[in-house]
């Protein structure tokens, strides 16, 4: 089970992709897609789409996760993240991925045990759980955490 | 020069295209897409952005226009519009066309001639300039209303 982990943002989006097999998962692949911001708003959000769908073409994951979107007090803050969200969400409906969202809290409580830890705190974490990623940086970091999220919160152990 | 106006929303995308030909202008099409409230979010912005990729491969704009997006106090709306928004965007932007924006009542003033204009105001006029055309709803009919405001908006008069 391939999943595809999601930090959309208009500047740069983070995307990380790890392998779930029962409890155990593994790192694949981690990126950045950071879009030019002298372009029109329409270019700026078509190449991130086109990265993203080149992302879900090379790794053809099972199925994808983000974050619940963070509800900006800036109402123009909001408008730029979701608009580049929605790209990111289309592309994923486009290959047919359903995407699971969760709350920050329960991304960091699965990554680190508690839903008030520090952004340095899942990082370290990430090193932990996923040995020897080359992590691209903070919004890929991002998603290689909401994707272990929901590795977590989907495996139900067996009982014996 | 062919304009497609556009009136993006998550439940119905309103768009229109017009032909304007210096200070004349002429109805080509209209439509509106829906889009199923039941399924989920990721498929109902690939459906939406399918169907505008669709409807600029039929009629081959030369450029879009839309509103300058209402920011609405609900964050949930705003972020709702803006996530549908942002396919809109992406798939004139994949197709090379740049989309103006305009103020709600810049559009009004273009086509009713007055920025307080009421909605039937703005549906009477377009009746009277784009005769014959069969309106497919408000959507669209707002949709008309930004093409045509990018018409009158771009067209400077030449001087003799």
Partial sequence: MLILGLDPSLSCTGWGVIRAEG??????ANGQVPTDAKAPMAQRLAALQAALAGVIADYRPDRAAAEEV???KNPQSTLKL??????VLAACGAAGLAVNEHAARLV?????????????????????LLPGAQITGAD?????AVAIADA???????SR
Same sequence: chains 1, 2.
Wanted: hydrophobic share 45%; net charge positive; proline share 2%.
């Fill in 70 to 72: 963070f509800l900006n």
């Fill in 23 to 28: 409890s155990r998962i593994s790192h694949i």
């Fill in 152 to 158: 977590h919160l989907s495996y139900t152990p067996t």
């Fill in 140 to 144: 890929a970091a991002d998603a290689l």
């Fill in 82 to 87: 979701a608009q580049a969200r929605g790209c």
């Fill in 108 to 128: 960091k409580k699965a990554v680190v045990g508690t839903g008030g830890a520090e952004k340095a705190q899942v990082q370290a974490m990430l090193k932990v």
